[in-house]
């Protein structure tokens, strides 16, 4: 068993709700929403890797700029859906196989140039191990007024074009790509660095031919362009379109006036960050099943090994459940600047999200408030183990060598920016 699963016991500290986010599932209904389909699975890959071709071709072939770019934007569309498929296949939901699983997430990942042992890492190992605890989880996590102040000029500057409407346009770019999920480099990762060299050089050389190819293929279908022209429409459009939306989709999975953040341990929960801490996100279309499943936030991260494609039916039966306690909204323009506007820095003591200014944006988040409880017939039998993370957060320790006998013990994960949960 990984000694992240039994933190929460050896410190003594209990959830924060009754119950664990998988008992709103009778052992039955697990069963069904976790059980993948290698047909269904491989007929979603084909069917998205050939519009990614198609789209591609479109966005280098001899046709009017306007279409071009058209193209381009739907190409980035769908490295975004390539990238959930590898989303999927990266906890081994996707089709039956950890192996399968493995190597599909390694050719989806090939558009949007993911290594996929480092995705892992930050993804799984920290994001749905510690979500919305500050410190550990780092993806979108909110400054707080003291923070804020004590930072550089560059960095506050920084952070206000993140939170803004046009933050998801650079945030990917600079916090993540190259740092976190193509070089070995970031504190969380380097220590193991030979552990993901092979997915790093699997990137820079599958992923770098593939962007050759890309060139080549648009000198042969429009040869009077230049190659400057081609990768900018063949590449660089739909690679910008791709990390938008992956930036946006995370903001409005975790950013929200009702969603909570945590920066002390005791006060964190697998309960309070993977229920309480994320949202679910209502889109005003319904043509892309990819990109809907995912916003279907909770039950995702409340049993990651459930397939994007049995969502729909799990978070009902979630919401069922936790009822007040899951964040719902529809995605609209006004929702989106309300947000913006509200989200800006977070008041850890109050539990109240702020504006750079430290003035309360939105009403503070009470946590004890009265959701649904999970139905008594769903608890009496059984205790199931949350399926990614403990169910409270790890005490934080000093940046110290251990001791070689205590080495041998488990311990606790350090904090992010120090080295990286151990299995």
Known sequence: MSILATEGTRN????SKAGVPSD????EERAVVTEKSLGRGLRILGAHYTLYFVTLVGAVAPLPIAANILFAVAN???IGLLFLIGHDSGHSAFVPGRTMNRWITRFVF??????????????NRIHHRYTNLKGFDYVWAPMGKDEFDAASPLRRGLERVYR???GPLIYYWVAFWIPKLVLPISPESRGEWRRHLPDTLFVIFVGGGMVAAIGILGGWLAPERTLLSTMLLGWFIPFAVWNYLMA????????HPKVPWFDNPDEWSFYGGNIRGTAHVDLPFDFLPLFKWVMLHHAHHALPSIPGYKLTEAQAMLIEAYGNDVVRYRLSLGEYLNICSS????????????DFDGKPTAAPID???PGYETPKDLRAAWSLQPAAGPRSAPRRTARSRRPVDEARTETPPRRAGSEPPTE
Do not use: M
């Open 76 to 78: 980035g569309a769908l």
């Open 248 to 255: 946006l989709s995370i903001f409005l999975q975790h950013n």
């Open 343 to 354: 989200c800006k820095l977070f008041d850890y003591e109050r539990k109240q999200w702020t």
């Open 110 to 123: 090939v558009p949007c140039l993911h290594s996929r042992s480092l995705w892992d890492v930050v993804h």
């Open 24 to 27: 709103w599932l009778t052992p």
């Open 367 to 369: 946590l004890a408030a």
């Open 164 to 166: 803004s409407v046009f």
């Open 12 to 15: 003594g500290i209990r959830p």
